[in-house]
């Protein structure tokens, strides 16, 4: 058993998609949540830039007492995983195994679709992963520049005209190819699930890599016995922009209220 928090980031909103999950799997856990809401999107950025803000992200996470570092991040999960868990002495764990294992065992027709931000499909770390699961699956990736500039601004409903269309052009090839499976790469995405679903129809499975990362995390804990003993956790959060953009937008995706008083600012660059 581990009472110590676990620390959890993202470039914004998107990572609440993780602590969602780790709620409901390890309500016990003390989370402390970063999202570098000051320089969101990080997708449309070069590695070494990535790699730079993910290091800063986790030198502020480090100045709590943590047992693990969770990259809810597809973003920083394809491009600077090995970096990150090679820097620190505590568990790294990332979104983009967990959601290519899950896919590689999902899918029927061998046809999965791939959406995530133009850095993670550049690496081609989602693909790689899948077809060590499943050698002859076929993947077609797609990147969505817009959908997380569109989310965090609070376009994500059915609905709404901008997002809608934004769905339907970027998925119309993935549809019209017969995927059965579709990986929502970047944790951002499962706030676009409602749309997505309705668009490509109950046919097609959605993988959710915020969620199957989450799950990831409660078993390595858990093998680890590293659980809280806690009966109820504790949230802590931190922006590195407006506190009150974020509780806003944190209450309405976690599904309780995140106070503007509970969310801290952080300039980040300091570290
Ligand atoms: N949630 C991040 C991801 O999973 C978004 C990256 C971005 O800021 O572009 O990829």
């Not at 990332?94 to 959406?115: D, E, F, H, K, S």
């Not at 090839?173 to 579709?182: C, F, H, S």
Request: net charge negative; proline share 5%; aromatic share 8%.
């Amino acid at each position: 058993m581990d009472k110590r928090a676990i620390g959890v980031f993202d470039s914004g909103l998107g990572g609440l998609t993780t602590v969602r999950e780790l709620h409901q799997l390890l309500p016990g856990e003390e989370i402390v949540y970063f999202g570098d809401t000051g320089r969101v999107p990080y997708g449309s950025r070069s590695a070494e830039t990535i790699v730079k803000y993910a290091r800063q992200d986790v030198a502020f996470l480090r100045t709590f007492d943590l047992k693990a570092i969770v990259i809810a991040c597809g973003t920083v999960s394809t491009t600077a995983l090995e970096v990150l868990a090679a820097e620190n002495p505590m568990p790294v764990l990332g979104v983009v195994a967990p959601a290519a294992q899950a896919a590689a065992r999902a899918t029927r027709n061998g046809t999965i679709g791939l959406i995530g931000t133009q850095a993670s499909i550049r690496s081609g770390a989602y693909e790689r992963l899948i077809r060590q699961e499943n050698p002859g699956a076929r993947v077609l990736a797609q990147p969505c520049p817009l959908f997380v500039p569109l989310v965090e601004n609070g376009r994500f409903r059915r609905g709404d005209i901008v997002i809608e269309t934004m769905v339907a052009e970027y998925l119309a090839p993935l549809k019209e190819a017969g995927v059965d499976t579709l990986v929502l790469g970047c944790t951002h995405y499962p706030l676009l699930e409602e749309v997505i679903a309705a668009y490509m129809g109950p046919q097609v499975r959605l993988i959710n890599a915020g969620a199957e990362g989450a799950r990831a995390v409660a078993e390595a804990l858990s093998r680890g016995d590293a659980l809280s003993p806690a009966a109820e956790g504790r949230y802590r959060y931190f922006v590195s922009d407006r506190q009150a953009d974020f509780s806003h937008l944190a209450s309405i995706f976690l599904g309780w209220e995140v106070a503007e008083s509970a969310v801290g600012q952080v300039d980040i660059s300091r570290y």
